[in-house]
């Protein structure tokens, strides 16, 4: 089986500028190669306050989904905060692979980075 059902993501921050047509903006990309639809949980950890803990995604059988965190809302309506660090943990009902991206348009010359998720042995 490829993949992990739990990943780790130290570095997060939703830049809040953004500059051009281009949106500042990271994303939890998911690939799932199993035979099985993907429910994915993100829980987001902070500095100084509680974990958000109800945001939920999915990723399709045999399939990529990149989870836009500037547009994902909890059960509740909330939304990632933008200005503040955070760190997430992904757990996914099967085995998926987790890679994580940020577009920051905030200065003219714009960056991208990209970098793969911490796998939980489990």
């Known amino acids: ?21 281009q949106v500042s903006h990271e994303a939890v990309c998911v690939l799932n190669l199993t035979e099985s639809n993907a429910e994915i949980q993100l829980t987001f950890y902070f500095e100084d306050r ?10 399709g059988s045999k399939r990529t989904h990149h989870i836009r965190l ?16 955070y760190a997430i943990k992904v ?13 920051d348009t905030s200065q003219e010359a714009l960056a991208l980075f990209t970098t793969m998720g911490y796998p939980i042995e489990s």
């Open 50 to 59: 509680e974990p958000m803990e109800t945001f939920i995604s999915e990723c």
């Open 1 to 21: 089986m490829i993949g992990k059902k739990t990943w780790i993501i130290p570095d997060g921050f939703l830049q809040p500028k953004s500059r051009g047509e």
């Open 91 to 103: 757990d996914s009902t099967v085995p998926i692979i987790v890679q994580h991206s940020r577009l």
């Open 70 to 85: 500037d547009k994902l809302e909890d059960r509740d309506g909330n939304k990632v905060p933008r200005n503040v660090p």
